[in-house]
Nanobody
Framework: QVQLVESGGGLVQAGGSLRLSCVASGSILLINDMGWYRQAPGKQRELVATTTRGGTTNYADSVKGRFTISRDSAKNTVYLQMNSLKPEDTAVYYC???????????WGQGTQVTVSS
């Protein structure tokens, strides 16, 4: 089992910045990919950014150039630096850890990010 605990959400004005953190514990050696997803009211959960154990990153088009995902393996932590925030970035942000074999997704409890216009 893998446990994920997020922090860093909050209320910010448009154009501002926030940094989300996610600390993993438990069977962390089984994890390959880690990432962030978000879910706005009335919408499906969507990918924001992911990073592999080797450091390959992937971003949603809507956040490219504004958000940066990073991973500190020594601290078992993944970060999401969010700059130039927009009201449409408002959502609950979830940390994800993925085990490859067998394919298993682990989720954090979510942290609210609200961007005011």
């Amino acid at each position: 089992q893998v446990q994920l605990v997020e922090s860093g959400g909050g209320l910010v004005q448009a154009g501002g910045s926030l940094r989300l953190s996610c600390v993993a514990s438990g069977s962390i050696l089984l994890i390959n990919d880690m990432g962030w997803y978000r879910q706005a009211p009335g919408k499906q959960r969507e990918l924001v950014a992911t990073t592999t154990r080797g450091g390959t990153t992937n971003y949603a088009d809507s956040v490219k150039g504004r958000f940066t995902i990073s991973r500190d393996s020594a601290k078992n932590t993944v970060y999401l630096q969010m700059n130039s925030l927009k009201p449409e970035d408002t959502a609950v942000y979830y940390c994800n850890a993925r085990r490859i074999l067998p394919k298993t997704d682990y989720w954090g409890q979510g942290t609210q990010v609200t961007v005011s216009s």
